[in-house]
C-alpha cells in the first residue's frame, strides 16, 4: 500500500468537518478506523527512516482514552479497560 502524503499537518487542521468527513475514506485506504490507520503510518515512518539503525516495535496491549487530542478523555467506544472506567464512573460497578 503506498501512503498519501499525510504529514503536511498545517493543511489538515485548516479543514472544516465536512471537508475532513469526505476525506477520510480516502486516507484510511483499507483500515478499518483511524487508530489503525495512524500505527500503519507510525510504521512506514520508523521503516523508511529508521535504516539503518535497529528497530523495535512495541506496542502497548491497552489503549485507553485519549491524553490530549481532540481533547483529554475522547475516546469512541467502550472496548477494553474503558468500558470498565465508564460502568466505574457511572455506577454500575
Do not use: Q
Amino acid at each position: 500500500m503506498s501512503l498519501i502524503p499525510v504529514f503536511e499537518s498545517d493543511y489538515y487542521s485548516t479543514l472544516d468537518d465536512d471537508s475532513l468527513s469526505k476525506i477520510t475514506p480516502k486516507l484510511l485506504g483499507d483500515k478499518p478506523n483511524t487508530y489503525t490507520y495512524t500505527k500503519h503510518l507510525a510504521e512506514h515512518l520508523l521503516v523508511n527512516e529508521g535504516k539503518p539503525m535497529p528497530l523495535t516495535i512495541v506496542r502497548p496491549s491497552i489503549v485507553t482514552a485519549s491524553w490530549k487530542e481532540p481533547f483529554p478523555g475522547w475516546i469512541d467506544n467502550y472496548n477494553g479497560p474503558s468500558g470498565l472506567y465508564v460502568a466505574v464512573s457511572c455506577r454500575l460497578i
